[in-house]
C-alpha cells in the first residue's frame, strides 16, 4: 500500500510502498477513504512530541473494514468507521466511569504508538475503530466524515468541561483553526448567548462568522483583554477557550474573565503562566484543562451531524501524496478549519 512515512522529527513526509498490514487477533484492518490533517498531528511531524520512528501519522479517518482478526466481534467487512485517537484499556476506574481520556493504563496514541491513518489501510486493535450511524453519508462525504472524531467531539466536550450555558459569553483564542472553527459551532449549538472569536489572522474571521462567531478580535495589536471587556460592557467573558496556549494567551484569557469564569486550556505545549490567586478567589474564577473526548462524546458527535445539527468545516482536500504540502501551510497557519488528505 502507499503511505505517507515519517522518518525523523521535523523531517518531510516521504510517499513509500510498505506492506498491507494484516490482522491478527483482536484487531481488524480498513481501507481508508479519508484522513484528517490537524495540529496534534502536526505537532507529532515537527517533533514537538514523541513519536517513535518510522511511524504513519494520521488519526481523524473514515474507513471501511476489509479484514478482522479472531475473536472480533461487532465489526465486519463493509462497516463504516472512523477511529477513537486514544488506546485505552476500557477497565480501570476511570474508563469505567467514561472519562477514557485519564486512563490508568493509556497506550498511546493513533498515528503515535501505533501507524495511523496517512495510508490507504489502517491495523487498529477492533476497539479503536467506531462505527459510522446510520444517516451519516460517509461515502459520500468522507473527508467531512473523517473529522467528527476529534474537530467536533473535542470541542463538544469542552462545553461540558466549561458549562457553557445560554447566559454565557464564549471567547475562543485560535478561532480560526481546524479545532476553533468547530469550537465557535459547537458553542453556538450550546446556546451562548454571544461568542467571539479571537485570532492572529484576519483572513479567516469570515470564516469564523460563518461557523457562529458574533464577532470577532484581531489579536496581532495586542489589546485583546480590553477588547473583551468591551464587547460585554465592562462584565467580562464567561468563558474562555484557548487552543494556543501560549502564556500570552493564557495570561489574556484570565484577565478577561468576569466573575465565575472559566479558562480552559487544550495546547498542551505553552509555557508555563502566572495567574493570580486574590483574583482566583474574589471572582470564583476556575482553571480548567481538557483533553480530547471520550467515546461517547465522540458517539453524540457522529449522531449530531447525521442529525444535521453540527457540520464538519474541512477547507482543503488533497491528495494523499501532497500530505508534506499541507504541513508546510499548517507551518505558516495558513490553513482556515481542517484540512483532509484523500486516498482515492
Not at 140 to 145: I, L, N, S
Not at 163 to 191: C, E, I, K, N, Y
Not at 323 to 338: C, F, M, N, P, Y
Request: hydrophobic share 40%.
Amino acid at each position: 500500500m502507499k503511505a505517507m512515512v515519517l522518518k525523523a522529527a521535523g523531517s518531510p513526509l516521504v510517499l513509500e510502498n510498505v506492506a498491507d498490514p494484516v490482522p491478527g487477533p483482536g484487531e481488524a484492518v480498513a481501507k481508508v477513504l479519508a484522513c484528517g490533517a490537524g495540529l496534534t498531528i502536526h505537532h507529532a511531524r515537527a517533533g514537538r512530541i514523541k513519536v517513535d520512528y518510522p511511524r504513519i501519522l494520521g488519526h481523524e479517518i473514515t474507513g471501511e473494514i476489509v479484514a478482522t482478526g479472531s475473536g472480533v466481534v461487532g465489526l465486519r467487512p463493509g462497516d463504516g468507521v472512523t477511529a477513537y485517537f486514544y488506546l485505552t484499556c476500557g477497565e480501570c476506574r476511570w474508563c469505567r466511569v467514561n472519562r477514557e481520556t485519564l486512563c490508568e493504563n493509556f497506550g498511546g496514541y493513533v498515528g503515535r504508538e501505533i501507524d495511523g491513518g496517512y495510508a490507504e489501510y489502517i491495523k487498529l486493535p477492533a476497539r479503536s475503530f467506531m462505527k459510522f450511524p446510520e444517516g451519516l453519508d460517509w461515502r459520500g462525504k468522507p473527508a467531512e466524515a473523517a473529522v467528527i472524531c476529534d474537530a467536533i467531539a473535542t470541542p463538544l466536550k469542552v462545553t461540558r468541561r466549561a458549562r457553557v450555558s445560554p447566559t454565557d459569553t464564549v471567547a475562543v483564542f485560535g478561532a480560526g483553526g481546524g479545532l476553533g472553527l468547530h469550537m465557535l459551532q459547537v458553542a453556538r449549538w450550546a446556546h451562548a448567548c454571544k461568542v467571539i472569536g479571537v485570532d492572529v489572522m484576519a483572513s479567516k474571521f469570515e470564516a469564523c462568522v460563518k461557523a457562529g462567531a458574533d464577532a470577532t478580535i484581531d489579536a496581532t495589536d495586542g489589546r485583546v483583554a480590553e477588547q473583551l471587556l468591551e464587547a460585554t460592557g465592562g462584565r467580562g467573558v464567561d468563558v474562555c477557550i484557548d487552543f494556543v496556549c501560549s502564556r500570552d494567551t493564557i495570561e489574556t484569557g484570565f484577565a478577561a474573565l468576569g466573575k465565575g469564569g472559566r479558562l480552559v486550556m487544550l495546547g498542551g505545549h505553552g509555557a508555563p503562566f502566572s495567574a493570580r490567586p486574590g483574583e482566583m478567589l474574589r471572582k470564583e474564577i476556575e482553571l480548567l484543562g481538557s483533553r480530547y473526548a471520550t467515546r461517547q462524546e465522540v458517539n453524540e458527535s457522529l449522531e449530531l451531524v447525521a442529525r444535521g445539527e453540527l457540520s464538519a468545516w474541512v477547507m482543503e482536500k488533497v491528495p494523499l501524496a501532497q500530505a508534506e504540502s499541507v504541513h508546510q501551510k499548517l507551518d505558516r497557519s495558513a490553513i482556515t478549519g481542517r484540512a483532509v488528505l484523500m486516498m482515492q
